[in-house]
């Protein structure tokens, strides 16, 4: 008699909330529901455009890959990318991110930061270890650890200094099971971008440890007020650094899977380590080949497509900031870098952030991410808003947003505390 697949107890705990509400949002839009999609950081659905250049070189390579197989030429290429990308990685990471001695062997190609970062811990992490992650903090470190039957280790960013890290935490967290700690710069969800000392900070920490740091730079180029951007593995002498980065954020294609992981091992500490992610490189072939023809263009070339997205985006994000924070009951960190902002909200008791966003949702239309998706520390509630959508889109949802939290309070019979 046939019986039901099991699936793997692994996969249980697998959740990745930035998608996972939007199947709710689907069922609404089938109904005939307008939905304002504030949820996804995807910059070419709103009104920014991918570089056509970059476009028509990727078009180019495919048209030439295809004609390539039909004369017996193979299609795929190196496990760890085409040198002359590696190349312009390695040279964009010496000179322009201060990480020394980088060559294009230091590097691969990846499809998409994801990848790196998945093939990063599986490779590192037998059962029971542990990596720290930052809480809040991108959903793909927590959904991707227990599927290599490693622990959860979520080290709580302190709000109240601007989301950036707390050190007495990190002593607390850390154990004889920590293999590596995730530092994301800047931070998704909450837009901070980390200053000198705290980076340093991080460097003794995981020095004292011996702990790998796995540094998430994807937004590294989108910095608002004059700030600058400073790469943990450019001032690190002894620490071992996995450093993340891709095209996808900073050149507007997300979608394209164009990402890669650069190693600054000072005293050659994790060559067993770079051998075992290898291994994983060659026995998945390689990334996509066409994209990665675009990735020496780009990092060689002038980012002036740059200066119009970011006065766009601080634009948005100064009205995000503003208006966010003109509503009672709700309180937002003014984001540093990337695109998004990590607002708090007082909720009525027995009441928690996932319930007050589906219920923004069916009401307004607004769509946003409920807080717990991303980590947060016990017993506070957030969402996050991605502030890429056009001014007037934003205006009108945060106009929903407010009126439907003051007809949420009333519901309940809520009254704000100071």
């Known amino acids: 008699m046939a ?17 996972d509400i939007v199947l709710k949002a689907k069922q609404l839009e089938a109904k005939g529901k307008q939905i304002l999609y504030l949820n996804i950081g995807d910059p070419p659905v709103y009104d920014f455009e991918t570089p056509a250049d970059l476009r028509r070189i990727v078009a180019d390579k495919i048209l030439q890959s295809n004609a390539g197989a039909k004369n017996n030429v193979s299609t795929y290429c190196d496990s760890m990318g085409i040198l002359e990308a590696r190349e312009a990685i390695a040279r964009n990471a010496v000179e322009v991110k201060g990480i020394k001695n980088v060559t294009p062997n230091d590097v691969f190609v990846s499809s998409g930061a ?14 029971g270890d542990n990596i720290m992650t930052p809480s809040p903090g991108y959903p793909l470190y927590s959904g991707q650890i227990p599927v290599y039957h490693g622990e959860l280790n979520p080290y709580l960013l302190n709000e109240e200094t601007g989301w950036q890290i707390d050190f007495d935490e990190l002593e607390r967290r850390v154990n004889n099971k920590t293999k590596a700690i995730v530092v994301i710069n800047p931070n998704n969800p909450t837009g901070a971008n980390y ?5 340093l900070n991080i460097l003794q920490f995981a020095e004292k440890y011996n702990l790998v740091v796995f540094a998430d730079e994807i937004y590294d180029k989108l910095l608002f007020d004059g700030q600058k951007h400073i790469s943990i593995a450019s001032l690190s002498e002894t620490v071992p650094i996995i450093t993340f980065g891709g095209l996808s954020k900073n050149y507007i294609m997300p979608g394209w899977r164009v990402g890669w992981a650069i190693f600054h091992d000072p005293l050659q500490m994790i060559v067993d380590y770079r051998e075992a992610i290898n291994k994983l490189l060659r026995a998945r072939l390689c990334s996509p080949h066409p994209q990665q023809y675009m990735i020496a263009p780009a990092l060689n070339g002038d980012d002036d497509h740059l200066p119009e997205m970011m006065a766009k985006i601080q634009r948005r994000r100064d009205i995000t900031y503003e208006m966010l924070n003109a509503i009672p009951g709700i309180s937002c960190v003014k984001p540093g870098g990337a695109f998004y902002a990590f607002p708090q909200i007082q909720l009525p008791k027995g009441i928690d952030d996932e319930q007050y966003v589906i219920g923004l949702l069916e009401e307004t239309g607004v769509l946003v991410v409920y807080g717990k998706g991303f980590g947060q520390k016990p017993g506070t509630n957030h969402f996050r808003i991605v502030f890429l959508p056009d001014d007037n889109t934003l205006i009108h949802s945060y106009k929903l947003i407010r009126e439907f939290t003051e007809k949420f309070y009333a519901r309940y019979h809520f009254s704000l505390t100071i």
């Open 3 to 19: 019986k039901h697949v099991k699936p793997a107890d692994r996969t249980k705990n697998v959740t990745y909330a930035i998608r």
């Open 114 to 127: 994801s990848e790196a970062i998945t093939l990063a811990i599986a490779a590192l992490i037998d059962p």
């Open 195 to 199: 200053n000198r000392e705290s980076i």
